[in-house]
């Protein structure tokens, strides 16, 4: 079949899609399946019965089941859950928040979609020359799912992360702000190809479990508005809720130059596809128009359920309650399995400070993280080798890989399983390493 630029750009054997294959096809027959790949959250019991709860009262209040199946809703999304979330972040964080500055999106992939290409590739300017903006990502690995959604190629472009290693085999990954700072400088021509036309951090980031300090957030915001460019914030693992952060130093942040991106998925509604951006109107606007395309309207179910969650504000408290503290306990055990089935060889992982993955380095592979993660794969293992997660850098439309040490060398895995699956996963890997290792 012949396909449009389009067509050939995002049918190819992307990252994500190889992580979403994993996670819903069936593995090989007779093997039993370790699977600590790709996003799915834990099933915790207190945020399922907040939900069964919510439905039961659904069904039971007249025909508020059949009002909230048989519409369509608008594309900018459910009006009065719009409402619930313009006033309950207004009213807990003092953002002043009306209406128009929520869009509700299917799921928030479908979000960074629709802002990324909003953002970045062909522009024109007042004079009628065409040239093309990016977006940067100002800490590279970034999380997967990002790498091949800009429709027009070479539109990502990043900077990669400092690290700094510590004595109990941890590490963790800074932004390097001059290079970033430098880039900036250099890129911000209206009319030059390569301008960058936003920045965006996930927070905490997917896939290594760093969470930027709120004197980071503010540094790249300050950055941000000195070019005149949005920060795109993806608080899908964040502030603040599902509140999967286990650090102090972080709190939920927005301001008219920030697009905040937040998602039901990690707080229990993953399968029901509920994405939540709060930005400034025009950004809503644009946002509401490209849905109404694309999508028509986005699903009403996850709105209908978590609107008088929010207005009660319970799902804030059991992210905070329940989600926050299920998930810290889970990392720390995850960590304990590696320190055991990694004592006496060489291993790193970066320090654990939110999201539902650990990120492992093993600096001693003699085989990169693609064909490991194959390895694992036959021993019925499923993790994400780390390749994908480092995408825009010149050197690689040379062909090259991507210029930091990290590259091909980590693995991220997600503790979020039950712990014997994700204890007897992690000892598979280790005892691979020992097979590709020097
Ligand atoms: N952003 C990040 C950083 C993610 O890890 C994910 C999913 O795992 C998403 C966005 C998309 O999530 P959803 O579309 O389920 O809201």
Known sequence: MEMSAFGTKLTNRSGILQLMDDLGKKGTEGLTMYGLGGGNPARIQEVEEMYRKEMETLLQNGDSFEQAIAHYDAPQGRMNFVHSIASSLSQEYGWDLGEENVAITNGSQSAMFYLFNLLSGTFTTDKGKEYKRTILFPLMPEYVGYADQGVESDTFVSVPSLCTYFDNHTFKYQIDFEKVSHYLDEHSRIGVDGMVGAMCISRPTNPSGNVLTDEEVMTLSTMAEAHHIPLIIDSAYGLPFPRIVFTENATPFWNENIILSMSLSKIGLPAIRTGIVVAKPEIIQALSNINAIAALASGSMGQVLAGPLFDNGTLIHFANKYVQPFYKKKSAQAQQYIQQEFAGKPYWYH??????????????????????????????????????????????????PYPHPHYDKCLRINYSGEDECVRKGIEIISKTYDEYRF
């Open 351 to 400: 320090v654990s400070e939110g999201a539902i993955f650990l990120w492992l380095y093993l600096p001693h592979l003699t085989i990169p993280t693609i064909q490991f993660y194959q390895k694992l794969k036959e021993k019925g293992v499923i993790t994400v080798p780390g390749e994908y997660s480092f995408f825009g850098h010149e050197e690689q439309k040379k062909g090259h």
